[in-house]
Nanobody
């Protein structure tokens, strides 16, 4: 079992930055891929970014490429999402997630563990 707890969300103006953190506990060695999804009101959960165990492979949604950076520190059992040049359309609840399988996917059903979410609001 893995427990994930997000932090770092908040209210920022368009063009600003936030850094989200996700602290993991439990069977952290089972988290081959870690990632972030987001969900805006009345919308489906949307893939944002994912990263492999070593950090050698990263994946980003087209909507965030060049603005967001995912990273992880396995010694600290933590994954990060650095978000720059934020836009109002980035407003959502951001969820940290992890999966055991070693194949990268963007389907939330493929992920095994989820955090409770942290709110990100970008004002114009």
């Amino acid at each position: 079992q893995v427990q994930l707890v997000e932090s770092g969300g908040g209210l920022v103006q368009a063009g600003g930055s936030l850094r989200l953190s996700c602290a993991a506990s439990g069977r952290t060695f089972s988290m081959y891929y870690m990632g972030w999804f987001r969900q805006a009101p009345k919308k489906e959960r949307e893939f944002v970014a994912a990263i492999s165990w070593s950090g050698a492979r990263t994946y980003y949604a087209d909507s965030v490429k060049g603005r967001f950076t995912i990273s992880r520190d396995n010694a600290k059992n933590t994954v990060y999402l650095q978000m720059n040049s934020l836009k109002p359309e980035d407003t959502a609840v951001y969820y940290c997630t992890a999966k055991i399988n070693t194949i990268a996917t963007i389907d939330p059903k493929d992920y095994d563990y989820w955090g409770q979410g942290t709110q990100v609001t970008v004002s114009s």
